[in-house]
């Protein structure tokens, strides 16, 4: 009884708290969804099920659960409110939407998200002062795992991980089990959400299953809508209200209760699940991909920004793309141009004329190129090959704050920089990490290991940089791409 009025005064608090709450749906903007039409599996031993693979996800869906999917990256959200660090901030994630799930219109969509777990936990608040970010959640989710008890967690009693934050109260949950898939374990329960005072789960049931991938690099969330039929719609009075939520938590925990889909099916789904690996090879998808009309649809991660292209599927080798760059000022462009077989003749507003030529999943601007243009197929890992971006090895050009022989390895996941400064003799002596933006320019903009700030300045053609160490402009430190000995860097020639 103690628990029921605890769930009624602490909704009614986060109601009264004008608590910030988008009608349960995840609000941002993503990339256009992909969508995918699912035929029968061919690798299953259930004829009645379909198979499907999307950016190195892969999971069976069951006879009737769905007809097809909606698969998207969403892009990076963060808050820039200390005090709101859980609300409305995730990394970039893979989300992909079940389509013609038998439940529709629901306050939740059927939804399977991957998110790099690490990064999450980076970006959250401080636990000290809020008990739902990513960080606390999967602290929590990785205990339970680990321990298979579903403990209360401090001033909310039972509350279970869940991400993204809901911004709302867990009203309850039931059905807990733990669940493992192909290549991680988590847990499966039933629950609702809300932020009203006597909040009426009879039509608002979810299925949640919390999970991470057993190298602990993925965190994944499945939130799918579910009902039962003939629950009561809940009395909107503080004394009724304690005896409704235990009558039907108490229905909604009976074993062989006939949901609708029902928990075997999703928990298959579940159990599918094969998180950051293509579902037939334990290798990464390969790179010599062949180039074929449609191929090159969707999303590309290049040196500059996130690459949005689509290809005339007619034959006519028309091909547009849109591009967000990386950074504040959040420039767009648009290109337009033909395609020859793997060649690419383009036009940018801002990059110019350009020639590109696809090899599988990469691809680059042709040798002598004015400006560098480069990227790779949008993948969970987002890497840049060597020579792309600022990815690779430089050699730094020998001065006072350089010894002789200096040289440092970076690499660019998407936006983000980091790597690491050797010595003559392969020594580490220093450490960068970093953001590109792009707008006017290349440059990184970040910190080294001494929390000093960092600015690489690069050149169009990528073959050299200039190294801004806090305001020390005059050294004119900088660097050039390995295998070259100089590059001009516009006001002055880098040399080795």
Not at 44 to 49: E, F, L, V
């Amino acid at each position: 009884m103690k628990r029921i009025l605890y769930t009624i005064l602490a909704a009614a608090a986060i109601l009264l708290g004008n608590y910030l709450f988008s009608n349960g749906t995840l609000e941002a903007t993503v990339e256009t969804p992909t969508p995918i039409v699912l035929s029968p599996s061919a690798t299953s031993s259930d004829a009645n099920s379909a198979d499907v693979s999307y950016m190195g996800t892969s999971f069976t869906i069951p006879l009737g659960l769905a007809n097809g999917t909606h698969n998207e990256i969403v892009p990076r959200a963060a808050s820039s409110d200390p005090t709101q660090a859980s609300l409305n901030v995730w990394p970039e994630h893979t989300k992909i939407v079940l389509q013609g799930y038998p439940l529709q219109g629901k306050m939740y969509e059927p939804q399977v998200m991957v998110f790099p777990a690490d990064e999450y936990q980076k970006m959250s608040g401080d636990p000290a002062t809020s008990m739902y970010d990513a960080r606390s959640m999967i602290t929590t989710l990785q205990y339970i795992i680990a321990t298979g008890n579903f403990p209360s967690q401090p001033q909310v009693p039972d509350r279970l991980p869940a991400l993204p934050d809901q911004h709302a109260y867990q009203v309850f949950h039931t059905q807990e089990t733990m669940l493992t898939f192909k290549n991680g374990n988590g847990i499966r329960y039933i629950t609702s959400y809300s932020q009203a005072a006597f909040p009426d789960i009879s039509s608002k049931l979810i299925y949640s299953f919390q999970g991470i991938t057993l190298d602990g690099k993925y965190y994944v969330s499945v939130m799918m809508p579910i009902e039962l039929a003939g629950l009561d719609p809940a009395p909107q009075n503080a004394e009724q209200y304690p005896n409704y939520l235990n009558t039907t938590v108490d229905r909604i925990r009976q074993t062989g209760n006939p949901f609708n889909p029902s928990i075997e099916s999703l928990d298959a789904m579940v159990q599918s699940l094969l998180v950051g690996l293509p579902a037939t090879s334990d290798a990464m998808p390969s790179t010599a991909e062949p180039t074929v009309t449609g191929e090159l649809e969707g999303l590309w991660i290049t040196n500059i920004g996130r690459l949005n292209l689509k290809q005339d599927v007619n034959g006519s080798g028309e091909i547009t793309a849109t591009t967000d760059s990386y950074g504040d000022l959040g420039r767009q462009d648009v290109l337009q141009g033909t395609l020859n077989g793997d060649t690419a003749t383009l036009n940018s507003q801002m990059l110019g004329d350009l020639t590109i030529v696809f090899s599988g999943n990469t691809f680059t601007t042709v040798k002598d190129s004015p400006v560098s243009f480069c990227g790779i197929r949008a993948r969970e890992s987002n890497e840049l090959p060597d020579g792309c971006g600022f990815s690779g090895t430089w050699i730094l050009a020998a001065d006072s704050f350089f010894p002789q022989g200096s040289t440092v390895v970076l690499k660019q996941v998407s936006e983000n920089v980091s790597g690491d400064f050797y010595d003559g003799k392969g020594n580490v002596f220093d450490k960068l990490t970093g953001e590109v933006t792009w707008g006017k320019g290349w440059s990184m903009l970040g910190t080294n290991e001494k929390g000093h700030t960092i600015t690489l300045m690069m050149n169009p053609v990528e073959t050299g940089f200039e190294y801004i160490y806090d305001d020390l402009h005059q050294l004119k430190l900088c660097a050039v791409r390995d295998g070259l000995n100089s590059a001009d860097l516009g006001n002055f020639v880098c040399s080795l």
